[in-house]
Nanobody
Framework: VQLQASGGGLVQAGGSLRLSCAAS????????GGWFRQAPGKEREFVAA????????VYADSVKGRFAISRDNAKNTVYLQMNNLKPEDTAVYYC???????????????????WGQGTQVTVSS
């Protein structure tokens, strides 16, 4: 599965962005979808994940109530709506495909086998 992340940019604190992760083929619909981020000098960290059907979502505590993950399997795409952005959200955001038919998407980087190229999100104060 090949993934293409897009939608990043520069935004002021309190603003919003919507990231998209488009897959190259329909098989993406059977995989859990995840978003991770990596700030300079830090390890890649979990942000949000969604089950293959879209029925289960999981969030990092730092983004709960501000970010929302969703998917449109007809378009082979997973989205991350980011609201009330903070300077500490600044990072490169990566999308990934995890375990097929997973009903409980993983928060671990190790459980995701396919990765997009990353999109930069910069939040100014």
């Amino acid at each position: 599965v090949q993934l293409q992340a897009s939608g990043g940019g520069l935004v002021q604190a309190g603003g919003s962005l919507r990231l998209s992760c488009a897959a190259s083929d329909r098989t993406f619909s059977i995989y859990a979808g995840g978003w991770f981020r990596q700030a300079p000098g830090k390890e890649r960290e979990f942000v949000a994940a969604i089950s293959w059907s879209g029925g289960v979502t999981v969030y990092a505590d730092s983004v709960k109530g501000r970010f929302a993950i969703s998917r449109d399997n007809a378009k082979n795409t997973v989205y991350l709506q980011m609201n009330n952005l903070k300077p500490e959200d600044t990072a490169v955001y990566y999308c990934a495909a995890g375990t097929p038919y997973s009903t409980r998407p993983s928060t671990s980087v190790k459980e995701y086998n396919y990765w997009g190229q990353g999109t930069q999100v910069t939040v100014s104060s």
